[in-house]
């Protein structure tokens, strides 16, 4: 029992031991709710609600009316847990705080400015997403999700995305890559 | 009801292995794009092949049966994930 709360207590874990925790996660999700675990469609429902709720006329398409209808879905709930689960997992190795930007790696690349961050992360954030629309999840949607079912599309996104993602790495960070 | 306990339960392990692996710092997401840290690939791959084990397993021996599977359409997965990687590796999410 100690040995396990020191375990709990750690700050970071070793990425094969989160990743059995993630895989039983999976497994669970399938077993007990028939649901794949994902991400991205989360924020397409609650965005969906908001654009209908407004009544904007562009949230009246196909998309948004039969492929991701708005709501609160079973996906929603679960990104409430992820969020208050990454919370629980800081409490216990004691790192947690209201951070603007601690990063120092990003700190030496983008300079200090605070606003520069929240700025590109809004913007990456909106490539992101829109990314994720378009191939039908995001890492945890459908690389992961996806891959677990050896679905090809999984398999092609990873690929996609690990070589645009190397392509920006190299022209964000230049001679320091 | 009780299916979004459950939501709620999956979500908060979910949430819980992605921190304790570190992913929900900057650093680990792009350095993976550098190849100088392989922590998201080493994570990543470790869930998918649990999960293919448990998955695979529990349907042979007819406990589950497999929700709808992602759908393969090549080239918007590949358009999609093109774009999905410029995001990531420029905001560390």
Same mark, same amino acid.
Not at chain 2, 74 to 79: A, T
Not at chain 2, 80 to 89: D, Q
């Given at each position: 029992m100690k040995w396990l709360w020191n375990q709990i207590k750690k700050e970071e874990w070793s990425p094969y031991a989160a990743g059995i925790l993630l895989g039983v996660t999976g497994v669970l999700a399938v077993f007990l709710s028939n649901k794949l675990l994902g991400a991205s469609g989360a924020f397409e429902n609650l965005a969906g609600m908001i654009g209908k709720g407004l009544h904007i006329a562009a949230f009246d398409n196909t998309y948004f009316n039969y492929v991701m209808p708005p709501g609160i879905t079973w996906g929603v709930v679960l990104l409430v847990g992820v969020f208050f689960g990454? $919370?629980?997992?800081?409490f216990t190795s004691r790192t947690w705080k209201l951070r603007l930007n601690s990063d120092e790696q990003w700190k030496r690349v983008f300079g200090k400015k605070i606003w520069v961050r929240w700025v590109l992360a809004?913007?990456?954030?909106?490539?992101?997403?829109?990314?994720?629309?378009?191939?039908?999840?995001?890492?945890?949607g459908l690389a992961i999700s996806g891959g677990m079912l050896l679905a090809p599309a999984a398999?092609?996104?990873?690929?996609? $995305?690990?070589?645009?993602?190397?392509?920006?790495a190299l022209i964000v960070y230049r001679r320091r890559y | 009801?009780?299916? !979004?306990? &459950?939501?709620?339960?999956? +979500? &908060? @392990?979910?949430?819980? @292995?992605?921190?304790?692996?570190?992913?929900?710092?900057y650093n680990k997401i792009v350095n993976v794009f550098r190849l100088s840290d392989l922590a998201v690939l080493k994570f990543m791959m470790t869930a998918l092949v649990v999960a293919m084990i448990g998955l695979y397993g529990l349907r042979g021996l007819g406990l589950i049966t497999f929700p709808a599977v992602p759908?393969? !359409?090549?080239? %918007?997965? &590949?358009?999609? +994930?093109?774009?999905? %990687?410029? +995001?990531?590796?420029?905001? +560390?999410y």
């Open positions: 990454g $919370m629980i997992a800081a809004f913007l990456g954030a909106i490539v992101l997403e829109y990314g994720a629309g378009i191939a039908g999840g995001c890492t945890s398999f092609l996104f990873i690929a996609a $995305m690990f070589a645009s993602g190397i392509a920006t | 009801m009780a299916n !979004y306990v &459950v939501a709620l339960f999956l +979500g &908060v @392990s979910f949430g819980f @292995s992605l921190n304790k692996a570190g992913l929900t710092k759908a393969t !359409y090549i080239v %918007g997965n &590949v358009i999609g +994930g093109l774009i999905f %990687g410029i +995001g990531m590796a420029l905001t +560390g």
